[in-house]
């Protein structure tokens, strides 16, 4: 049966400025300003525009590439947004983890158990299940009896008791989420997935951004110059999450109030590294506990961690960052993880 027309409209949307902007063809399409983004995003996310709008609104920044004020404008909607919470500071480092792992294990999550050891609070936030056939974050940390929290109030509590808590992305900022979703739909990612990792709902002081494509570094960077964000880190990470490939040099790209940095971390490993058939929890908790040694997930948390340290401490640099690392890996706390049932 052929879809029912659409209903005649005799006056223009109150969105269909801003899909015009993107839309007028190569020499007319212009990026958004950050109060135009601002402003878009909010009425999407109060659902004021159509469907058919907000589906060539994404495809149409997917195509144009966004800019770092459209981001930030994107950004700064959602945290209009968000549910509201009384947190703020109570994080150390803001964590953003939306990829899910693909080719490896989960191997940052032994980094941020060592973060939180070495006394940094680490909030971590993100979404599942909007690509098949990877393990996501959340799923990870509720299989190693990790802190997950279904709303603020736990995320409170856990951030004191633990040093580390993860909260989805639908239970602060659901609007969001629920566009996430759209992949499937669309056959490709659109720009929620770059944006979300800048949303920092905690406003830590320090913010870690992972990247799956490089020429997304900078315009991260550039938002979150825009957004007045004090630190910074942004870098390619194994699967798009934040984790060093211990197998390549990484491109850290830094910026601290409003000062841009960048450094080469140096890899670990010379050789190829094959790919697991399906990433997996059980192996990090075999290495944590010393059941079982595995020489890449060790390397890849020991530099994950290390690059963490470097935004955190900016006087280390990355020799210093990981015998510190190491140091925090020698003396961690075997039980921090239940043996397998």
């Given at each position: 049966?052929?879809?029912?027309?659409?209903?005649?409209?005799?006056?223009?949307?109150?969105?269909?400025?801003?899909?015009?902007?993107?839309?007028?063809?190569?020499?007319?399409?212009?990026?958004?300003?950050?109060?135009?983004?601002?402003?878009?995003?909010?009425?999407?996310?109060?659902?004021?525009?159509?469907?058919?709008?907000?589906?060539?609104?994404?495809?149409?920044?997917?195509?144009?590439?966004?800019?770092?004020?459209?981001?930030?404008?994107?950004?700064?909607?959602?945290?209009?947004?968000?549910?509201?919470?009384?947190?703020?500071?109570?994080?150390?480092?803001?964590?953003?983890?939306?990829?899910?792992?693909?080719?490896?294990?989960?191997?940052?999550?032994?980094?941020?158990?060592?973060?939180?050891?070495?006394?940094?609070?680490?909030?971590?936030?993100?979404?599942?299940?909007?690509?098949?056939?990877?393990?996501?974050?959340?799923?990870?940390?509720?299989?190693?009896?990790?802190?997950?929290?279904?709303?603020?109030?736990?995320?409170?509590?856990?951030?004191?008791?633990?040093?580390?808590?993860?909260?989805?992305?639908?239970?602060?900022?659901?609007?969001?989420?629920?566009?996430?979703?759209?992949?499937?739909?669309?056959?490709?990612?659109?720009?929620?997935?770059?944006?979300?990792?800048?949303?920092?709902?905690?406003?830590?002081?320090?913010?870690?951004?992972?990247?799956?494509?490089?020429?997304?570094?900078?315009?991260?960077?550039?938002?979150?110059?825009?957004?007045?964000?004090?630190?910074?880190?942004?870098?390619?990470?194994?699967?798009?999450?934040?984790?060093?490939?211990?197998?390549?040099?990484?491109?850290?790209?830094?910026?601290?109030?409003?000062?841009?940095?960048?450094?080469?971390?140096?890899?670990?490993?010379?050789?190829?590294?094959?790919?697991?058939?399906?990433?997996?929890?059980?192996?990090?908790?075999?290495?944590?506990?010393?059941?079982?040694?595995?020489?890449?997930?060790?390397?890849?948390?020991?530099?994950?961690?290390?690059?963490?340290?470097?935004?955190?401490?900016?006087e280390l640099d990355q020799p210093a960052a990981l015998v510190e690392a190491r140091r925090l890996w020698t003396e961690r706390d075997r039980e921090r993880l239940p043996p397998c049932r």
């Amino acid at each position: 049966m052929a879809p029912a027309p659409l209903a005649a409209v005799t006056a223009e949307h109150p969105f269909a400025p801003f899909v015009r902007i993107l839309g007028k063809g190569k020499t007319g399409t212009r990026s958004l300003t950050f109060d135009e983004a601002r402003d878009a995003f909010a009425m999407i996310l109060r659902n004021e525009v159509e469907p058919l709008q907000l589906g060539a609104f994404l495809m149409l920044l997917r195509v144009k590439e966004e800019s770092g004020e459209e981001l930030a404008g994107f950004v700064a909607a959602c945290r209009d947004c968000m549910v509201p919470h009384d947190l703020a500071g109570k994080a150390d480092l803001d964590w953003s983890s939306y990829a899910g792992k693909k080719h490896q294990h989960p191997w940052y999550l032994l980094a941020i158990l060592l973060l939180a050891q070495a006394g940094y609070r680490v909030f971590i936030h993100g979404a599942g299940g909007h690509t098949a056939g990877r393990l996501y974050t959340e799923q990870a940390m509720a299989q190693l009896g990790l802190p997950v929290a279904a709303d603020w109030q736990q995320v409170g509590e856990q951030l004191n008791t633990a040093g580390l808590s993860y909260l989805s992305l639908q239970a602060f900022c659901p609007g969001l989420y629920n566009i996430m979703q759209f992949k499937p739909l669309l056959g490709l990612r659109s720009p929620v997935n770059t944006f979300a990792r800048m949303l920092n709902p905690l406003g830590a002081a320090a913010s870690i951004q992972s990247i799956f494509h490089p020429a997304y570094a900078a315009l991260h960077r550039d938002a979150d110059l825009l957004l007045g964000q004090p630190a910074s880190l942004v870098f390619k990470g194994d699967s798009g999450e934040i984790e060093i490939k211990p197998q390549a040099n990484t491109r850290l790209l830094f910026q601290r109030n409003g000062a841009a940095s960048e450094v080469a971390f140096e890899r670990a490993i010379d050789e190829r590294v094959t790919a697991v058939e399906q990433p997996d929890v059980e192996p990090l908790r075999a290495l944590w506990r010393d059941d079982a040694a595995d020489p890449y997930g060790e390397r890849a948390s020991l530099s994950t961690c290390a690059t963490a340290l470097l935004l955190l401490r900016p006087e280390l640099d990355q020799p210093a960052a990981l015998v510190e690392a190491r140091r925090l890996w020698t003396e961690r706390d075997r039980e921090r993880l239940p043996p397998c049932r």
